[in-house]
Every structure is written in structure tokens, then in C-alpha cells.
């Protein structure tokens, strides 16, 4: 199969990382890398260990959720977006300790939605969080 990329992103491709502080992202767990995958206007830029994000928003594809639920077998269908403040370049030799003990999580067999693990609230939106590559994965800052 062969891939097709526009001119934009394969500029975007060849400034890679450096322009990614600061942009919109998407960002999702690779289940079978077991670390981060940041992208930005659809391609993968970055593969991390630790991102803080700001200006947050938790989204999960409803019909991806379902599938999980009717297979037993999971697919990326949920997202965090937000800016891109920070990150640690997977493999990271420092992971970051979090700044918060608020863990946010989301799991498809018990939730619709990402939630706050202590209460288990939906949550939708945050200031900033970071998202560090250990056992809890998202941390709420503010």
C-alpha cells in the first residue's frame, strides 16, 4: 500500500518537532508501543514518554468505544487535544514526577467517557495536564 502525503505534511514531516511547541495536537496511547503518539494535521510527529498540554479536550469516538465493547479487542478511539507546551522524546531517560496527584483515565469497558479516577466524573475539558508515560497515565494540574 502506498501512502500519499500532501506538500504540507511532508514539510511538517521534515520540521518535525521543533515547530510542534505551541500547536493543537492529538494524542493517544500506543497500545503497542506502550508510550505516546502526538499528532499534528493527521500524520504522527512524535513518539513520547511525558507531554504537558494545555487548553484540553478529551475525546472519545463513540462508534471506536462501541467496536471495543462489541470485540473485546481495542482500537485508538480516544484522544486528548490541547497545545503542546512540553514533552520528553520517547525513549525518555527522565520521565518527569507528576506535578498532581489527580489522575484522569478512560476505559472503554466502564466508561463512555474520560473520567476523574477518584470520582469517577465525566470529564471533558481541563486547563492543563500532563500525560507521563507511568502506571496513571493523565495528570489533572488546574
Do not use: W
Amino acid at each position: 500500500m502506498k501512502i500519499i502525503i500532501t506538500e504540507e505534511q511532508e514539510e511538517l514531516l521534515k520540521n518535525k518537532i521543533n515547530d510542534l511547541i505551541g500547536k493543537k495536537v492529538m494524542c493517544y496511547y500506543d497500545l503497542h508501543r506502550h508510550t505516546f503518539s502526538v499528532t499534528y494535521k493527521g500524520l504522527v510527529m512524535l513518539k513520547a514518554d511525558y507531554l504537558r498540554l494545555s487548553d484540553v479536550e478529551f475525546r472519545v469516538r463513540q462508534g471506536g468505544k462501541q467496536k471495543v465493547r462489541n470485540e473485546q479487542r481495542k482500537n485508538v478511539h480516544a484522544f486528548v487535544i490541547g497545545y503542546l507546551d512540553d514533552y520528553c522524546e520517547f525513549p525518555c531517560d527522565d520521565i518527569p514526577e507528576p506535578d498532581s496527584n489527580e489522575v484522569i483515565t478512560y476505559n472503554p469497558y466502564k466508561y463512555d467517557t474520560f473520567v476523574v479516577k477518584s470520582t469517577e466524573e465525566p470529564i471533558y475539558k481541563a486547563n492543563e495536564i500532563e500525560m507521563i508515560n507511568i502506571k496513571d497515565k493523565i495528570f489533572l494540574i488546574n
